[in-house]
């Protein structure tokens, strides 16, 4: 069984004999007695993240060490535990490496973690109008206020458009305020992109086929964490918070990747 301490050093052996390297496949069955939702597309996406650095054959086949499943272990924990961001447990991994001796955060509840899981809180001025990251929240610290929403007026000084221009973008579903009127942080994001694209000459009738690809994209997801949100354990339903996050980088990082494999075949 791959059981450690929260953030500890991991059960020697856990992967084999010494020296003895395994695939990734191996790895999956070794991480699920502790992490049953955990996957290879999982696995892959800590790797991708820098987190874990596994060895290739000269086919280009991964193989894990016991170091490294112990570290995927680690990071999987600190993640369900302590819902810090992937970000914030490669810092802490580094430091260790350096020797020195990092405090974890105590254990978030399961009603902190859609606060802190991605590392954000609310209630910081900054570049989205209002609605900014920082950082995790301290040990002890207040459970954060739900985030902050600002007021049409705010919106469109922010993104620099005319009222009717906003009606318009609201009108194809592109910007969609909050029923009391405000808009949160991600509807600034959006509005802000749609201003950009606009001063190119794209107009919100062309990004509607943008907006169904993402409402798509967003149906996949919630179909591979929706059992993740009917566990029982409270730490898994938070865990899918997470999960939602992950899977939403990865969407956006291939749109991203076909459509520079779009645009590189049209210029041949």
């Given at each position: 069984m791959l059981r450690t301490p929260s953030g500890g050093a991991g059960?020697?052996?856990a992967a084999g004999a010494e020296g003895?390297?395994?695939?990734?496949?191996?790895?999956?069955?070794?991480?699920?007695e502790e992490f049953p939702e955990v996957t290879i597309s999982k696995i892959?996406?800590?790797?991708?993240?820098?987190?874990?650095?596994?060895?290739?054959?000269?086919?280009?086949?991964r193989k894990f060490s016991t170091e490294d499943v112990e570290r995927l272990g680690r990071v999987l924990?600190?993640?369900r535990d302590h819902y810090l961001p992937l970000r914030v447990i490669k810092e802490h991994l580094e430091a260790r490496a350096r020797g020195e001796a990092p405090q974890l955060p105590a254990p978030?509840?399961?009603?902190?973690?859609?606060?802190?899981?991605?590392g954000r809180v609310a209630?910081?001025?900054?570049?989205?109008?209002?609605?900014?990251?920082a950082a995790v929240a301290e040990p002890g610290a207040p459970v954060p206020a739900p985030p902050a929403r600002i007021g049409r007026e705010?919106?469109?000084?922010?993104?620099?458009?005319?009222?009717s221009e906003l009606v318009e973008w609201e009108s194809y579903g592109l910007v969609v305020p909050h029923p009391d009127g405000g808009f949160d942080a991600d509807a600034v994001a959006v509005a802000r992109l749609v201003a950009d694209l606009g001063r190119f000459g794209l107009e919100p009738r062309h990004l509607r086929a943008m907006k169904a690809a993402a409402d798509r994209q967003a149906g996949l997801v919630e179909q591979v964490v929706a059992p993740l949100r009917r566990h029982?354990?409270?730490?898994?339903?938070?865990?899918?918070?997470?999960?939602?996050?992950?899977?939403?980088?990865?969407?956006?990082?291939?749109?991203a990747a076909l459509v520079q494999a779009a645009l590189h075949a049209g210029s041949h």
């Open positions: 059960s020697p052996g003895r390297l395994v695939s990734i496949g191996t790895v999956l069955n070794l991480l699920r892959r996406f800590l790797e991708a993240e820098g987190l874990v650095e596994p060895q290739r054959t000269p086919s280009g086949y924990r600190m993640q978030a509840k399961p009603r902190d973690a859609a606060l802190v899981a991605d209630g910081t001025h900054g570049d989205a109008g209002g609605i900014a990251p705010e919106l469109l000084r922010t993104t620099g458009v005319t009222e029982r354990n409270p730490q898994t339903r938070a865990h899918a918070e997470a999960t939602t996050r992950e899977l939403a980088t990865l969407s956006v990082r291939l749109h």
